[in-house]
């Protein structure tokens, strides 16, 4: 078990961090327009929309409770028990969230009619690292 701990954390982390920042969706409007937003980008142009509390709910779901779940695992991983584990818990209670989000906004993107949707490798990676994480809390809490 230790062997795939240490083989899927590097990979989770990698992968975190390239759904964080590659394209999630492109959103073809009109066959004239085209958006290919990053999970960052989505968050930042909430926040410069004036939808400052959407950003923070979904940047806290989408970004900062996955990035805590997986330097808890690290955690973990390397030895730490007791708290961290409680912790670990707590944290991934809400650990699908951010897919359910996601989903959402490809549902309204395609369902309004006025665009199209398609998935882009950040979602890949982005689902990538969250099958992962779950896949390494489950092996740290059967440790």
């Keep these: ?7 899927i954390l590097p990979l989770a982390t990698f992968s975190f961090a390239l759904g ?4 999630l969706i ?4 009109l066959y004239f327009f085209q958006e290919t937003p990053s999970l960052i980008q989505v968050v ?6 004036g939808d400052r509390a959407l950003a923070i709910l979904v ?7 996955p990035a805590i779940k997986l330097v808890l695992l690290h955690m973990v991983a390397l030895g730490g028990r ?19 989000v996601v989903a959402l906004v490809v549902f309204a993107a395609k369902s ?22 779950a896949i390494a809390a489950l092996l740290c809490r059967n440790r």
């Design 112 to 133: 309004s009619g006025l665009a199209t949707a398609m998935t882009q490798p950040g979602l890949w990676f982005y689902a990538f690292a969250t099958v992962s994480t």
């Design 1 to 7: 078990m230790r062997l795939i701990l240490a083989l």
């Design 59 to 65: 940047g806290c779901f989408s970004i900062l409770f």
């Design 82 to 100: 007791g708290h961290f584990l409680t912790l670990l818990g707590a944290v991934s209670k809400w650990s699908m969230m951010d897919v359910m």
């Design 20 to 23: 964080l920042t590659l394209p």
């Design 26 to 29: 492109s959103f073809e409007k």
């Design 44 to 49: 930042s142009g909430l926040d410069r929309e």
